[in-house]
């Protein structure tokens, strides 16, 4: 709707300003457009988030990526050491940035997105070393699949292949956020 507005901004100026229409409460001031502008380009990332997310197939282990990528833009935004943003627009940023991590926190109560990324080719233990997690954390990422393993798979019987199976030399891709590929 925004992106609709600023592409119409002329005909809306002169609906506005036409006395005759009755519409000049609706008027937008320069500001108010600047502002329009400015959102524009901070709900972006999020507007390719969810394109992301709502292809055919989405997938767990990308989650994690896609919250560090917008909480990274969102931070750039609200610090804004340009002035190139209203402080109205850093301030949102600073907020929708503190709403997002509201639920990445929530992603700790979640084995699933640890073990995603971590039985994630691209991924693996190498994005959380990459992007300065706690040992710990790591360890722990390492500790949750190890055991799930040991409980779900490990006493089952499985026959080897009856050929040798190849293996690949592993490509360490270890990217600085899920939209350096560019999925959209």
């Known amino acids: 709707m925004i992106v609709f507005t600023l592409e119409y901004r002329k005909a809306i100026a002169a609906m506005t300003a036409d006395a005759d229409n009755n519409l000049r409460k609706y008027k937008l001031w320069r500001e108010e457009w600047e502002i329009l502008e400015q959102l524009v380009k ?26 560090d990528h917008i909480d990274e833009v969102l931070t750039t935004q609200a610090i804004d050491t340009n002035n190139a943003l209203l402080p ?5 940023c600073s907020l929708a940035r503190k709403t997002l991590n ?7 109560l979640s084995e699933m997105y640890r073990i995603a990324m971590v039985l994630h080719p691209r991924y693996e233990l190498d994005y959380f070393k990459a992007h300065n997690w ?18 779900l798979y490990a006493s089952l019987d499985v026959a080897p292949p009856d050929y040798e199976v190849p293996v690949a030399p592993k490509k360490v891709c270890i990217q600085p956020n899920i939209y350096s590929v560019r999925p959209f």
């Open 42 to 67: 901070v709900l972006k990332v999020f507007k390719h988030a969810t394109l992301f997310f709502s292809r055919a197939t989405p997938n767990l282990a990308t989650v994690i990526p896609a919250m």
């Open 88 to 92: 109205s627009i850093r301030a949102a």
């Open 102 to 108: 509201r639920y990445y926190e929530r992603t700790d």
């Open 134 to 151: 706690e040992d710990v954390w790591v360890d722990t990422a390492h500790t949750i699949v190890e055991d799930q393993f040991k409980r």
